[in-house]
């Protein structure tokens, strides 16, 4: 059975850092783009559709070229350990308004078509 397994998330006060983690078990992540999505809370409440998450962040797979959301450039980075089967988000200088529930997701390319997701990381930002 596939599963993504996120670790991390939290309550941070503005300006302050948190690191995601997304394990990968029964699929191999060094073989996959694995990327990490957004959903404010009140689309969480609401119960949004998952095409409907922001993305924030994608690492590619064989050439670890990496992308990020405007709204994230220069304060988040991803990465990759291969040996853990696992892709962080290291998120630095966090903003009232990064809170929001975080997945992870993997795929063929960023880009392409979901094909499984985390369960999900509650970031609160908050003073």
């Known amino acids: 059975q596939v599963q993504l397994r996120q670790t991390g998330g939290g309550f941070v006060q503005p300006g302050g850092s948190l690191r995601l983690s997304c394990v990968g078990s029964?699929?191999?992540?060094?073989?996959?783009?694995v990327g990490w999505f957004r959903q404010a809370p009140e689309k969480e409440r609401e119960g949004a559709p998952e095409?409907?998450?922001?993305?924030?962040?994608?690492?590619?797979?064989?050439?670890?070229?990496?992308y990020y959301a405007d709204s994230v450039k220069g304060r988040f980075a991803i990465s990759r350990d291969n040996a853990e089967n696992t892709v962080y988000l290291q998120m630095n200088n966090l903003k009232p308004e990064d809170t929001a529930v975080y997945y992870c997701?993997?795929?063929?390319?960023?880009?392409?078509?979901?094909?499984?997701w985390g369960q999900g990381a509650q970031v609160t930002v908050s003073s």
């Open positions: 095409k409907e998450r922001e993305g924030v962040s994608c690492i590619q797979s064989r050439d670890g070229q990496s």
């Open positions: 997701a993997a795929f063929p390319f960023c880009g392409n078509e979901v094909l499984y």
């Open positions: 029964g699929l191999a992540l060094d073989y996959h783009a």
